[in-house]
């Protein structure tokens, strides 16, 4: 198995590695879903100045979401 990367990645492609059997609506819907019920993840995105809706997660945001929810 490949080692995960920190780099950008599209909102869909990082909820699609923690949600692989889910449709891409779904899995992006369940990963938001998971940051919004996550306070210290969702003040974390807000300080490193998420924008929701910008379609990529920056490799600081990418860092943050793994720190909280661990790899995919």
């Known amino acids: 198995m ?3 990367k920190i780099r950008t990645y599209g909102r869909t492609e990082l909820a ?4 692989p059997g889910l449709t891409d609506y779904s899995a992006y819907r ?4 998971w940051i919004a ?3 210290p993840l969702s003040l ?3 300080e490193l100045g998420y924008d929701p809706r910008r379609r990529t997660f920056t490799p600081l ?3 943050a979401i793994v720190e ?5």
Request: glycine residues 4%; proline residues 4%; aromatic residues 8%.
């Open 44 to 46: 974390r995105l807000e």
């Open 16 to 19: 699609l590695l923690y949600n």
């Open 68 to 72: 909280a929810l661990g790899e995919p």
């Open 2 to 4: 490949e080692q995960f």
């Open 30 to 33: 369940k990963l938001m879903q």
């Open 61 to 63: 945001e990418v860092r």
């Open 37 to 39: 019920h996550s306070r």
